[in-house]
C-alpha cells in the first residue's frame, strides 16, 4: 500500500498580468513548485473588479502548512484588496513530499 | 493563522458546445462565479457519447451546499442522461467566503 | 438530498512527450476515463529534471481506491525516479460513481 502524505494545494486563479508577481510571491512565501494552466474566470457580480474574462491563470501550488499560510498572509495583504482574485485550499495526498516541502539545500 | 471556511468546489467537463448552456445554469442555481480551462476528456467506454476527445471545458465553481445540491440537481435532470459529462465535488476552504456564496445585493 | 459516493481524483503534471505512455500505463491500471489540459510547472530546484517550464500535461483521473494504488504503484516504479513529475490524490464525492469505477463489459 503506497503510503500517502498529507499537504496543502492552493489553488489560484488572477488575471495574467499579475503572474511574474503572483509566482515571486509564491517563491518567497517558500512554494517550490505550481502548475499554472490558463483560465477565464467569471468572478462575483457587483464588485469593483467584477468581470475577469479571459487572460487568467490557474495556479497551484503545492505546499507544508507553514507555507499556505506564508502564502495566505500575502493574498490577504496584497492581492484580495485590490484584485479579482479566487483562492481556496484543499487537503492532498503526495509520495514523497519532501520534494514539495523541504528547504531546497542548494 | 488564517481563518478558512469550508464551501463546495464542483468540477465540470463537458463539450464546449454546452458551455453557454451549462454556465447559465449554474448561475440559475445560485453560482457567483467560475474558472473554465479549456480541457480534453476520454470518457468511459462502451457508452453512448463514449468518447469527447478535444474541444471539452473544465469548469470549477465555488458554491454553498445549497447551491451545489441545487447544481447536482440540474446536471442529474438535464446534463448525465443526454451528455458525455463528468463533475465531482470536493471540499475547500476560502477565505472571504461571502464573496463565493452571498446573494448580490445589486 | 444528492448521495454522493467517495472516489479518488489523481492529478498528475507530467511533460508532455509522457502523454500517450501515461494515459497507456492508467488505462493498464485500470483507468476509465480521464480529463487532460495543458499546463506549465515549475519544479522543485536543484533537482536532476528541475525546470519543466512549457510543454506539460495536467491529467487528472477518477478511480476506485484499488485503482489509485496501482496507479501510484506504476508512478513510483517508472515516473518518479526518471521524471520531473508532480502527482497528487484526493477524495472527491461524484454521481453514478460506476461510470468511473465499473469494469468495462466489453
Redesign the interface.
Given at each position: 500500500?503506497?503510503a500517502?502524505t498529507p499537504?496543502t494545494?492552493i489553488?489560484i486563479?488572477a488575471e495574467s498580468v499579475l503572474e511574474s508577481r503572483l509566482?515571486g510571491d509564491l517563491e518567497t512565501a517558500g512554494a517550490?513548485?505550481?502548475?499554472?494552466?490558463?483560465?477565464?474566470?467569471?468572478?462575483?457580480?457587483?464588485?469593483r473588479v467584477s468581470e475577469i474574462e479571459g487572460g487568467?491563470i490557474?495556479v497551484e501550488v503545492?505546499v507544508s502548512e507553514a507555507v499556505a499560510?506564508r502564502i495566505?498572509?500575502v493574498?490577504?495583504d496584497k492581492y484580495?484588496p485590490h484584485y479579482a482574485i479566487?483562492?481556496?485550499?484543499?487537503?492532498?495526498?503526495?509520495?514523497?513530499a519532501g520534494?514539495?516541502t523541504?528547504v531546497?539545500?542548494?
Open positions: 500500500m503506497t500517502l499537504i494545494c489553488t486563479v509566482l517550490r513548485g505550481w502548475t499554472i494552466t490558463a483560465a477565464r474566470g467569471h468572478g462575483p457580480r457587483g464588485r487568467n490557474r503545492l499560510e495566505w498572509q493574498l490577504e484580495f479566487a483562492a481556496w485550499s484543499s487537503e492532498v495526498g503526495v509520495v514523497r520534494r514539495y523541504a531546497p539545500t542548494e
